[in-house]
T-cell receptor
């Protein structure tokens, strides 16, 4: 099992550009999450999904969009990138919600200039 | 809204020393999680506590959740360079809800 994979590992965007961060898991997990990590701030939940076709906002959803058309994939879309979106983005998955371990991908480091 | 605080923010210890990291909440902690993050990598699950007074151990790492369920501590015995990284606590906002994370504690272990 590859676990949770993320692409790309690094990306530099110009202000106003758009991009999609890819996330895939091969563990047949129902729940998937997107977090951003800023220095000294821990992880902030952007969006999450409890199953294919179902998504919901987390703590910091503004400027992002997600879709979940399959159990395996959970892409994160950035529209009109802004410097405030410079961060490290982590995708995670879990078999179910509370009281279950989350499995994390290696992260995508995004810089917006 | 619930926030988690961690102390200390960073820690440098000599190899072989013991250390403790704390995670504190102003509200009751439901499902308290500890994760470790190696620099530049994703998070790895260490353990989860849910009952007041509960204590779990894995190798040289022990985590406790206090009786009032508002504070958890992570204790490392005889630290090794492999213990270096960022330790994050996470807790469910309400029982069986989404997890919020603390800011993390950066640990360096000097050989």
């Amino acid at each position: 099992n590859a676990g949770v994979t993320q692409t790309p590992k690094f990306r530099i965007l110009k202000i106003g550009q758009s991009m999609t961060l890819q996330c895939a898991q091969d563990m047949n997990h129902n729940y998937m999450y997107w977090y951003r990590q800023d220095p000294g701030m821990g992880l902030k939940l952007i969006y999450y999904s409890v199953g294919a076709g179902i998504t919901d906002k987390g703590e910091v959803p503004n400027g992002y969009n997600v879709s979940r058309s399959t159990t395996e994939d959970f892409p994160l879309r950035l529209e009109l990138a802004a410097p405030s979106q410079t961060s490290v983005y982590f995708c995670a998955s879990s078999i179910a919600g509370g009281r279950n371990e989350q499995f994390f991908g290696p992260g995508t480091r995004l810089t917006v200039l | 809204s619930q926030e988690l605080e961690q102390s200390p923010q960073s820690l440098i210890v000599q190899e072989g020393k013991n250390l403790t990291i704390n995670c504190t909440s102003s509200k009751t902690l439901y499902g308290l999680y500890w994760y470790k993050q190696k620099y530049g990598e994703g998070l790895i699950f260490l353990m989860m506590l849910q009952k007041g007074g509960e204590e779990k151990s894995h190798e040289k790492i022990t985590a406790k959740l206090d009786e009032k369920k508002q504070q958890s501590s992570l204790h490392i015995t005889a630290s090794q360079p492999s213990h270096a990284g960022i330790y994050l606590c996470g807790a469910e906002k309400t029982s069986y809800d989404k997890v919020i994370f603390g800011p993390g504690t950066s640990l360096s272990v000097i050989p």
